[in-house]
């Protein structure tokens, strides 16, 4: 099968994904090929540095193709500017890291007034390139015996019929099941020590924001292998 290169939660941490971009594109240059390059979604939020993150990807930066999963944090992102409202929820889950990237004028307690300015303000602070990024963004991808996506599928659903809402947001009953779901499901989205690896899923979300540990995972005929900052 094809290498693919999956790159978990990124979450506004601008200066390890530089890391991680550069042993990536060491490890394809070592090991050659026509390598694919996944990463699982939620580029934003909770870290510094959620506008620096999605400049670097919205152009590939990896020795190899590259396909951009979407987060539930972009669907918050994308929510607040469809409408505002939808701010609080936004904040409470790191929204106002990503304002504050984007130079978008926040204050410590937010009106509904202040959450309407700060949508226009947002809006108007993407780029084209941005917007064209996030609207690009795919919920799922499969790959040989692998099925990427960023939190999960419900069991009892085919791979193929799975809601943008499980894909997005599942948990617990996601992550409880120990069903055969036809293809190994790499995801990220809940934050655990290490890479956690099951009969059944892989995931590689490591807490990038507050553990300094963003966790690649490198696919191939040969199985599985993890690289790390």
Partial sequence: MTRVYAIG?????????????????????????????????????????SRGVLDRLLSNPFGGRYVALKGNHEALLESFLDDPSAGADWWRLGGADTLRSFGVDIKPRMTRRAFARASVQLREALSQQHTGFLGSLKTSLPVGRYFFCHAGVKPGVALESQSDEDLLWIRDEFLGSQADFGKIVVHGHTPTEKPEVLANRINIDTGAYFSERLTCAVLDENGHRFIST
Avoid: F, Q, W
Wanted: hydrophobic share 35%; no cysteine; glycine share 12%.
């Fill in 9 to 49: 939660d990124i979450h506004g941490r601008l200066d390890l994904l530089e890391r991680m971009i550069a042993r990536v594109n060491t490890d394809i240059k070592e090991h050659g090929g026509d390598p694919l390059v996944v990463t699982l979604g939620d580029y934003i939020d909770r870290g510094p540095n």
